[in-house]
């Protein structure tokens, strides 16, 4: 497919689905950007705001649940939208919000969010995206020179609308920027879908019929704040296995 | 999630964007519409409108190869969008257009599409769908007493523009019977792609990166044979692996 990349745009940025369909779309990709609006980013994006000094993802229930009671941390897991049992903390971002969290560390599994971001730890970068950091990471990623990958973390492997909406958002500004371009039919379609929801998210988010479900959960605060673009300046990036706060980054 | 089932609707109509995906949709669904248009589904129509008594969708190019230059018999083999060599059909539809063919059997194998089909041929009933047959395909979909998974071939196990946004066309029509409703995300995307993509619908697939790739191929008379709609009233159905026509279909 020479012909395709004989293009007028210095670097590539593309959107994929869930992360099931991460090793088609990793190849050449140096910025993997993880999604999961509905909460898991949200609330780490939440966390970093309110003070707290590194997350630490891991996949299971086991291994967060070593951290419970442990001075200076908090164990979080969340599993089909519930806090588990056992744990004070899920993923919801308002958790989070008010608290005194400084110096702190989050050990933190959930549903879909943590295992994207185990999937794709050995990017040559690793953010985390949400509507929170909305703008603060599109300017970021707009002065890097690299392909960037959105990685959607979806639902149980399925396609999720929260987090392809959201990445087609971040799609349009480094578009508009005219350094990157797609190949992709995927982040094409990301695209429309953002434009189809720009004017009238919330109305789109309660088309699909998970939201009925978030209702029925009370979750309807923690959804309008993690659908409110530019509460924070902070991106989280992975370094060594932890995320920290990409403005605290030492450079290697 | 017994609250989502308690709905209004009778039964569901879901998309699924790649055949990857298919075991996580499958569950429950009696209907499944395999859509390949550009170009395997779009031919198949085709070659049924010409005159053309059944299709035997395989999987391999060497069971396509046995049945070269066998009586009766059209052996047909795409791999990356061409003619396999040795063959002389590939899943060009217009190779079907004004063609004697009454009385002959396909033997077909493409990318994408014969894979999808293989993927669910154990479904109750299987169809084919592509904007040739879409008002067809839709009317007698809408008169079905069962759930109804429109499953997209995408390319190569990625998700894929045109298929999506002909699933979103036969899902707006399903939706407007109020007889069927959705459950996944995937569905609900697929609908705003088709709204999107509606009024200008050749200029959203020339925004796609692929396209470029057609139109270097010289593809592009096929690509605007196989997007437009109503050129045909047949339904290819799946009996005991072969395909022929939903109206000489005998009951079992």
Do not use: H
């Not at 992360?19 to 050449?28: K, T």
């Not at 996949?59 to 442990?70: D, H, K, L």
């Not at 990623?141 to 392909?147: A, G, T």
């Not at 953002?194 to 009925?212: G, V």
């Amino acid at each position: 497919m020479e012909e395709i990349r004989n293009s007028d745009y210095q670097y590539r940025v593309e959107v994929c689905f869930m992360p099931g369909q991460y090793p088609l779309y990793a190849q050449d990709m140096g910025i993997v950007v993880v999604i999961d609006v509905l909460r898991a980013t949200s609330a780490m994006v939440a966390a970093f705001e309110n003070g707290i000094d590194r997350i630490i993802p891991v996949s299971t229930i086991e291994e967060a649940s070593q951290y419970i009671g442990r001075e200076g941390y908090i164990a979080a897991a969340e599993r089909n939208g519930e806090v588990v049992k056992g744990f004070a903390y899920g993923n919801s971002p308002l958790a989070y919000v008010g608290q005194d969290l400084k110096g702190k560390t989050i050990v933190m599994t959930t549903t879909n969010g943590t295992k994207a971001i185990n999937l794709a730890k050995d990017a040559r970068m690793l953010v985390i995206g949400s509507f929170l950091n909305l703008t603060a990471l599109s300017e970021w990623l707009v002065q890097q020179n690299d392909n960037i990958l959105l990685l959607c973390s979806g639902w149980k492997d399925k396609f999720n609308l929260e987090d392809s909406v959201f990445a087609g958002a971040v799609m349009e500004r480094l578009l508009e920027s005219g350094k990157f371009g797609v190949e992709e039919d995927s982040s094409i379609a990301a695209k429309f879908m953002y434009m189809s929801a720009r004017d009238n998210f919330m109305s789109m988010l309660k088309a699909a019929p998970r939201r009925r479900r978030i209702q029925q959960l009370s979750l309807l605060p923690d959804v309008k704040y993690c659908l409110t673009p530019d509460q924070s300046t902070v991106i989280p990036v992975l370094q060594d296995g932890e995320l920290v706060r990409l403005d605290t980054l030492v450079k290697a």
